[in-house]
């Protein structure tokens, strides 16, 4: 059973810094590209990064770019977004989702999500 | 970037009836339309991909149809557990990959 369980969210304060995890399972991890998709309190769903089975392509949401670094470690089966100088519109839920087919970003499994709260 | 607009934003149904949810692109996208079912709390659920195509243990009840510009997602006969609210998702040209601001099917 494919498994995606996202953890490291958090309150955090403006200009903070916060680091995710997405711990995979029940798939050959190192195969699949990976995205990150935030959705805001209320809101839909929001593109965020998403990174190649080898790391080889790597690719960020413009609001998010120069601020957040997305990673892997395939012989630890996990996915990771590294998140910079935070800002109050950061407030989402994030969830880490696997690619279909790389050259097919749908997403066929996400995790339960992880929030993240960014407040003074 | 390409906008993807869904209408309506809010469709009430009855249980058995048909619901028809729509979704068009600012420009073409070929077939790349993906379908989402999410319920509160719960992460988004992958209904259909390549406009068409249901996911692995979709019910038949749901279908995509349409390319191009404008795509259609019908739920044939409405059961309780498809309350929720849903997106389309376009992944033709990418990044950004880009998602429809959702419709949310309630009970009439």
């Known amino acids: 059973e494919v498994q995606l369980v996202e953890s490291g969210g958090g309150l955090v304060k403006p200009g903070g810094s916060l680091r995710l995890s997405c711990a995979a399972s029940?798939?050959?991890?190192?195969?699949?590209?990976m995205n990150w998709v935030r959705q805001a309190p209320g809101k839909g769903l929001e593109w965020v990064s998403s990174?190649?089975?080898?790391?080889?392509?790597?690719y960020y949401a413009d609001s998010v770019k120069g601020r957040f670094t997305i990673s892997r470690d395939n012989a630890k089966n996990s996915l990771y977004l590294q998140m910079n100088s935070l800002r109050a519109e950061d407030t989402a839920v994030y969830y880490c989702?696997?690619?279909?087919?790389?050259?097919?970003?749908?997403?066929?499994?996400w995790g339960q999500g992880t929030l993240v709260t960014v407040s003074s | 970037e390409i906008v993807m607009t869904q209408s309506p934003a809010t469709l009430s149904v009855s249980p058995g009836e048909r619901a028809t949810l729509s979704c068009r692109a600012s420009?073409?996208?070929?077939?790349?339309l993906a379908w989402y079912q999410q319920k509160p709390g719960q992460a988004p659920r992958l209904l259909i991909y390549g406009a068409s195509t249901r996911a692995t243990g979709i019910p038949a009840r749901f279908s995509g149809s349409g390319s191009g510009t404008e795509f259609t997602l019908t739920i044939s006969s409405l059961q309780s557990e498809d309350f929720a609210v849903y997106y389309c998702?376009?992944?033709?040209?990418?990044?950004?990959?880009?998602f429809g601001g959702g419709t949310k099917v309630e009970i009439k």
């Open positions: 029940g798939f050959t991890f190192s195969s699949y590209s």
């Open positions: 998702q376009q992944y033709n040209n990418w990044p950004p990959v880009t």
């Open positions: 990174i190649s089975s080898s790391s080889s392509y790597i």
């Open positions: 420009q073409s996208v070929s077939s790349n």
């Open positions: 989702a696997r690619m279909a087919a790389a050259d097919a970003n749908v997403g066929d499994y």
